[in-house]
């Protein structure tokens, strides 16, 4: 994978962190912590109208990973319809997130309550540091990481797109990082694609954008960068017809990743013909 698409990837050298040859161009599937996935967008389960409104979402979103705030939801069905009902467990990968926790104390705390309710040992770890901005708490991640993966969890990582964090916790043995493309449903896009292209360069985990996704166009941008997925909640549940934005959201995950295979061509600042000029008569 190159740095960008137009320059060849640089030789290697003697640094600390060395460019590392990815093999995501040849992935056809998505694989994490041993599962396989056709589906490289994954989607959150918040926001909804209603159940029935979040089963057709996620139905024409195609996803096979969805995400459930574990302090968010209800998991004492005596207490109240719940979500865990209204989802085809045996359809869906669920992926219990540590959403709201602002300690790492209460997000191990919160993936051991997942792992109890759910009988799964993937987590999609967040430590949040500020509640205005919801950035991660990159060191108490790191904690929480550590924690959680000596505990048998698979762990996936809500962090900045900070590339030292990020091979860092791959370092850790986190089957994935996920870094963030702007604040939480902030709807902002990707902000900064060079950081996500050094971390495709160097961190040879899944790299999953987590956040800020705001429309199609965004997904298709990080899957053409060479993400392995994309991860939203917001862009689909905040549509004005969420149904419709699933499906987009879908053809779009697909396009992009498509065209990262397929190659574009490299970018130019004159013109060239589309068809030859090699024989052609001139007629003055």
């Given at each position: 994978?190159?740095?960008?698409?137009?320059?060849?990837?640089?030789?290697?050298?003697?640094?600390?962190?060395?460019?590392?040859?990815?093999?995501?161009?040849?992935?056809?599937?998505?694989?994490?912590?041993?599962?396989t996935f056709q589906s490289r967008l994954m989607v959150g389960t918040g926001k909804y109208k209603d159940f029935?409104?979040?089963?057709?979402?996620?139905?024409?979103?195609?996803?096979?990973?969805?995400?459930?705030?574990?302090?968010?939801?209800?998991?004492?069905?005596?207490?109240?319809?719940?979500?865990?009902?209204?989802?085809d467990a045996k359809r869906y990968t669920l992926l219990p997130n540590t959403a709201g926790c602002f300690t790492?104390?209460?997000?191990?705390?919160?993936?051991?309550?997942?792992?109890?309710?759910?009988?799964?040992?993937?987590?999609?770890?967040?430590?949040?540091?500020?509640?205005?901005?919801?950035?991660?708490?990159?060191?108490?991640?790191?904690?929480?990481?550590?924690?959680?993966?000596?505990?048998?969890?698979?762990?996936?990582?809500?962090?900045?797109?900070?590339?030292?964090?990020?091979?860092?916790?791959?370092?850790?043995?986190?089957?994935?990082?996920?870094?963030?493309?702007?604040?939480?449903?902030s709807g902002l896009g990707i902000r900064n694609p060079t950081n996500l292209q050094i971390i495709l360069e160097?961190?040879?985990?899944?790299?999953?954008?987590?956040?800020?996704?705001?429309?199609?166009?965004?997904?298709?941008?990080?899957?053409?960068?060479?993400?392995?997925?994309?991860?939203?909640?917001?862009?689909?549940?905040?549509?004005?017809?969420?149904?419709?934005?699933?499906?987009?959201?879908?053809?779009?995950?697909?396009?992009?990743?498509?065209?990262?295979?397929?190659?574009?061509?490299?970018?130019?600042?004159?013109?060239?013909?589309?068809?030859?000029?090699?024989?052609?008569?001139?007629?003055?």
């Amino acid at each position: 994978m190159n740095l960008t698409p137009d320059t060849p990837a640089p030789a290697p050298s003697s640094s600390p962190s060395p460019i590392l040859t990815s093999p995501r161009a040849a992935t056809r599937v998505l694989t994490i912590a041993g599962r396989t996935f056709q589906s490289r967008l994954m989607v959150g389960t918040g926001k909804y109208k209603d159940f029935e409104e979040t089963i057709r979402a996620l139905e024409e979103s195609g996803a096979e990973i969805i995400t459930v705030a574990i302090r968010r939801v209800n998991l004492d069905r005596s207490k109240g319809p719940s979500l865990l009902d209204a989802i085809d467990a045996k359809r869906y990968t669920l992926l219990p997130n540590t959403a709201g926790c602002f300690t790492v104390e209460d997000a191990v705390l919160t993936a051991q309550l997942a792992r109890e309710a759910l009988g799964t040992n993937l987590v999609k770890l967040e430590v949040l540091g500020d509640p205005r901005t919801l950035f991660p708490d990159n060191r108490g991640t790191l904690r929480a990481a550590e924690i959680l993966i000596k505990d048998g969890f698979d762990v996936l990582p809500y962090t900045t797109d900070d590339p030292i964090v990020c091979r860092q916790l791959a370092e850790l043995g986190c089957p994935a990082v996920m870094p963030l493309a702007a604040p939480i449903g902030s709807g902002l896009g990707i902000r900064n694609p060079t950081n996500l292209q050094i971390i495709l360069e160097t961190v040879n985990v899944p790299i999953i954008v987590d956040a800020g996704v705001g429309t199609a166009s965004d997904v298709a941008v990080a899957m053409e960068l060479g993400c392995d997925a994309v991860l939203l909640n917001t862009a689909i549940a905040g549509a004005e017809d969420p149904i419709k934005m699933a499906r987009a959201m879908r053809l779009a995950c697909e396009a992009g990743r498509l065209a990262y295979e397929a190659g574009r061509i490299p970018r130019k600042l004159y013109a060239t013909a589309s068809s030859p000029l090699d024989g052609v008569v001139r007629t003055s």
